[in-house]
Nanobody
Framework: QVQLVESGGGLVQSGGSLRLSCAASGVIFRIDSMGWYRQVPGKERDMVAIVSGSGEPDYSDSVKGRFAISRDSAKDTVDLQMDNLKPEDTGVYSC?????????WGQGTQVTVSS
């Protein structure tokens, strides 16, 4: 079973930067997609940034130009560099991966951006 362990997150002022990291373990075959989702209270979890199995990145419109996702397929890791953070970026960020047709989630890490 794949396990995803996240690190990073925390409290930052508006305009600041944070970096999230996620490492997968228990991988038997190659991970397909890997990325990050965000959830705020009362709302569904939304995709923030994701890298497909072919290495193609995709971003939500709200973070384009501010966030950058990077993936190391050899190490089964994915990072999210978040710059020029805004209060609306606040939420619980969860790492996501698909492996052998199944979806896996990390435990989530809190990102809080103060105005």
């Amino acid at each position: 079973q794949v396990q995803l362990v996240e690190s990073g997150g925390g409290l930052v002022q508006s305009g600041g930067s944070l970096r999230l990291s996620c490492a997968a373990s228990g991988v038997i075959f190659r991970i397909d997609s890997m990325g990050w989702y965000r959830q705020v209270p009362g709302k569904e979890r939304d995709m923030v940034a994701i890298v497909s199995g072919s290495g193609e990145p995709d971003y939500s419109d709200s973070v384009k130009g501010r966030f950058a996702i990077s993936r190391d397929s050899a190490k089964d890791t994915v990072d999210l560099q978040m710059d020029n953070l805004k209060p609306e970026d606040t939420g619980v960020y969860s790492c996501y991966a698909t492996h052998v047709g199944l979806s896996y989630w990390g435990q989530g890490t809190q990102v809080t951006v103060s105005s």
